[in-house]
């Protein structure tokens, strides 16, 4: 005897189309990531070519003598030495008067950069994070935001100066902005300040230019207000002591033993935090120019 076949019920409709449902859910998800991953990736091959092709960055070249150096010593002090670790000694021009410091090599080739894009104004490395990247200005703060450093859409984006500043690297306060990525590009690692001992790896930053490289000491990781004065290139002796009693104060790193005055130079290294109205942010004082060698 054969059993009478059992009508569809509402339930069973409705069971079949949240599987559908679930089931589209998914494979957009799986299309969704899997897209993310390929602007990852694009992003990541284009910035290793770039290092691989243009950079050739040894990290002997990068001298960090100046922790022995007294705390008092202002960038013009340090300018004057005549002689620092046995470099030679030469007199360069520098936001607009003549200055004497020690020659650096200079790793990157700004020559063959500037023909893949004019925008080209310095290239950043962070030795404690392995962060080595071309930062660039446009007239904007939107179009690097998206596009990287060749100009391809892609929501890593690129490295890049706040078109406020002079782009030259002499405000009193130089903004680089960097997306905060999940895969550690750009700027997502510098989060890994919070973690003991990578500060001790290295207390430096560099920004390499055409003619001159320009070395700063880290003395604050913080959160702040992304609309505070820590985005003003230029401040009051009210704000900048209000800057930097939060920078000091609030720091995940302790540079306390780095005295920064009115008269120093600061960049200020900023990257989003998950939060809309707040970014992370490291800032590092001046403490040496140097004239590019090839």
């Not at 070249?61 to 030679?88: M, Y």
């Not at 540079?255 to 800032?283: H, K, P, Y």
Request: with cysteine; aromatic share 12%; net charge negative.
């Amino acid at each position: 005897m054969s059993g009478k076949k059992r009508k569809k019920t509402f339930g069973d409709v409705l069971s079949t189309l949240l599987m559908l449902v679930a089931l589209g859910v998914f494979v957009f998800s799986a299309y969704t990531l899997y897209g993310f991953y390929q602007e990852y990736r694009k992003s990541s091959v284009e910035y290793d070519n770039l290092e691989n092709d243009y950079a050739s960055v040894d990290e002997a070249d990068e001298t960090e003598d100046f922790d022995a150096l007294e705390d008092d010593k202002t960038v013009q002090d340090l300018q004057n030495k005549q002689n620092i670790s046995g470099k030679e000694v030469v007199t360069v021009m520098e936001n607009g008067k003549q200055i004497t410091v020690p020659t650096m090599r200079n790793p990157i080739d700004f020559t063959e950069l500037k023909q893949k894009n004019e925008d080209i104004v310095g290239w950043l490395r962070i030795r404690a994070l392995g962060i080595s990247y071309p930062v660039v200005q446009g007239e904007d703060n939107d179009f690097y935001l998206h596009r990287t450093f060749e100009k391809e859409d892609n929501f890593a984006g690129c490295i890049f100066v706040n078109c406020d500043n002079s782009g030259n690297f002499t405000d009193q306060n130089t903004i680089i902005y960097g997306h905060n990525m999940k895969d550690g590009s750009m700027f997502g690692k510098l989060k890994k300040f919070r973690e003991e001992g990578v500060f001790d790896k290295s207390k430096y930053f560099w920004m390499f230019t055409p003619d001159l490289i320009y070395e700063y000491r880290i003395f604050s990781a913080t959160v702040v207000d992304k609309t505070g004065i820590t985005y003003q290139s230029f401040f009051t002796q009210e704000d900048f002591d209000t800057l930097m009693q939060h920078a000091f104060e609030t720091s995940v790193i302790d540079g306390s033993d780095v005295d920064v005055n009115m008269n120093d130079r600061i960049m200020t290294l900023s990257t989003c935090t998950g939060d809309d109205a707040t970014r992370f942010v490291v800032m590092g004082k001046l403490v040496q120019i140097y004239a590019s060698k090839k």
